[in-house]
C-alpha cells in the first residue's frame, strides 16, 4: 500500500502545481499550495510506517506550519484586494518586467 | 477492506482536488478541497495515523478552510465570471510543469520501489503498533513531540504568535 500512497501523493501533489499555475484567482491560487502541503503530509504519513513516529511528528509541524502561512497569507490578499479591488493575479504587476 | 477503503479514498482525493482546480467558483472550489482533506483524513486513518486524521479534519478541513471561506465572503468573491483558468500558451506551460514535476516524482518512487527504503521495514509498523495500543493515539505523538522535539514545538507556538500578529498588523487599514 506504500507505492500507492506515494502516488496518490504525487498525483495530488502535480494536480496542486497545475493549479498553482492554471488559475488566476489568488485565493485558488492558495489553496492549490495548500493542495501541495497536503500531498506532501500524505507522503510523510505513509512513510512513517517505515520509519518510524517521526514522520507523523513532521506531518503535525507541517500543519502549524500551513495554519499560519494561511492566516499570513489570506492577509497579505485581503490587504492587495484593498489595493486594487481585485484578487486576479494578472493585475498585480508591479514586480513584472 | 483496507485495499478497497484506500481505493476508495484515493479516488475522492484526487476527484476533490481536479474539482479544486477546474470549478469556477471560488466556493465550489473550496467545497472540493474539504472533501480532499477528509478523504486525505480518511487514508491517514488507514496507516494507522488516527490523531492525525482528527487534526486533519478539525484543523484542516475545519478551521483554515473557514479562514479560507470567511475571506471568500469578505471580497464578496464569486460574482466575477471572467474566465479564471489561463488557456493558450499558459496551458502548454501548465503541461510542461506538471509533467516535469510528475517525472521527477515518479522517478524517485521508482528508485525507492527495489527496496529502498533503509531503515526498520515491517519491524517498524509492529513497534508502532505496539505504541498505539500502549499509549493511544494521542500519546503516541505526544510523548516524542515533548521529549525530543519540545523545542521544534515551543518554536512552532511562536511562529503562530508570529503569524497572528503579522495577520492582524496587514489586514487592518492604514490609519
Redesign the interface.
Known sequence: ????????S??????????V?????A??I???I??QL?AV??AF??????????G??Y???V??????????G??????I??HYK???VDQFNLLKW | M??IL?VLF?FV??GG??G??ISRT?VA??LF?VT??AA?GG??I????H??AA??VL??AG??MV??LF??M??N?GH?Y?????FGL??L??LV??GL??GI??SG?VS??DNG?R???AG??A??DA?LIEKGAAG??AE??FTD?VV?FEL?GL??L???V???V??K?RT
Open positions: 500500500m506504500l507505492s500507492h500512497a506515494l502516488m496518490l504525487a498525483a495530488l501533489f502535480v494536480i496542486g502545481t497545475l493549479g499555475v492554471v488559475r488566476r484567482n485565493i485558488i492558495f489553496l492549490c495548500e493542495l497536503n503530509n500524505l504519513v505513509a512513510l512513517s510506517r517505515y520509519t518510524g513516529i517521526e507523523q511528528l506531518v503535525f509541524f500543519m502549524t506550519v500551513a495554519a499560519a502561512e494561511a492566516a499570513v489570506l492577509a497579505i490578499i485581503i490587504a484586494f484593498r481585485t484578487v486576479n | 483496507t485495499e484506500f484515493a482525493a484526487v482536488a481536479i479544486v482546480v471560488p472550489s473550496l478541497m480532499t482533506l486525505v487514508i491517514y488507514l496507516f494507522e495515523a490523531f492525525l487534526i486533519q484543523v484542516y478551521a483554515i479562514l479560507f475571506v471568500i469578505l471580497l468573491l466575477d471572467r474566465a479564471d483558468l489561463k499558459w496551458s506551460m501548465a510543469v506538471s514535476t510528475a516524482l515518479a518512487f525507492l520501489d527504503i531503515p526498520g521495514g517498524v509498523a513497534e508502532l505504541a503516541m505523538i516524542p513531540l522535539y521544534a512552532v511562529l503562530l508570529v503569524a497572528i503579522a495577520a492582524v496587514l489586514a487599514p
